[in-house]
């Protein structure tokens, strides 16, 4: 990639691991990272700005969208669909910003399929309680909701091997740390640095 055009990152995470945090946390340390503004079919949740937080459509504007081929990548997660503005993230890549995508292992994969260049990171709990004391203290979800969520995360986990970095989400700025050194060493062209401790939590959560 040239030195005028920025990088692509994709941050991924089971629901209640902690990304949408550590990624605010990548905002406020690193001034050249900006942060992807999906479409979703979903209602906002009280706090979230249309155009900030999400752009907020019908099932029929996205259903178009798909159909003129603006996505570079979509998937359907919990009964709505998200999807990337494939021109969107082609501007601001021209302009040599940085982007993060906040989007699933779904969304990832596609995207892997047509820009080769991207930084793939996965972000995975501790264990498996910790993830579920996560969701119950979040407080937003129902018993048998995060019962589904507890199911799709394991489900989630088990495609690790399909990202490039694995970062554990223990210690809050522990991780934040790696996904900063991983940031800066992809800018800098550098192989990724394979963690086999975090390989294998990562195919013991995503195997029970």
């Known amino acids: 990639m040239s030195s005028n055009r ?8 089971p629901s209640g691991g902690g990304k949408t945090s550590l990624i605010n946390g990548l905002l406020e340390r690193d001034p050249r990272l900006t942060l992807s503004v999906s479409h979703t079919t979903r209602q906002a949740r009280p706090g979230e700005t249309d155009g900030q937080h999400y752009h907020f459509v019908s099932d029929e504007v996205f259903e178009q969208m798909i159909e003129n081929g603006d996505f ?3 998937a359907r997660v ?3 669909l998200y999807g990337t503005n494939r021109n969107s993230i082609a501007s601001q890549l021209d302009q040599d910003r940085d982007v993060i995508l906040d989007i699933d292992w779904q969304g990832a994969r596609q995207v892997r399929s047509s820009f080769q260049d991207c930084c ?15 969701l119950n203290k979040r407080g937003q979800d129902s018993a048998s909701v995060i019962e589904r969520r507890m199911r799709d ?6 495609h690790w091997a399909e990202f490039d970095q694995l970062v554990v989400n223990d210690d809050f700025d522990v991780a ?13 062209q550098k192989p990724p640095v394979v963690n086999k401790d975090n390989q294998r939590l990562a195919q013991q959560l995503g195997s029970r």
Not at 120 to 134: G, H, K, T
């Open 153 to 158: 995360a394991r489900a989630e986990i088990s």
């Open 78 to 80: 919990f009964d709505h």
């Open 120 to 134: 793939l990171i996965f972000i995975i709990p501790p264990s498996l309680e910790a993830l579920r004391l996560r």
């Open 72 to 74: 570079m990548e979509h």
């Open 176 to 188: 934040l740390e790696e996904l900063l050194t991983i940031i800066n060493d992809h800018r800098m």
């Open 6 to 13: 920025g990088y692509l990152f994709v941050i991924a995470a």
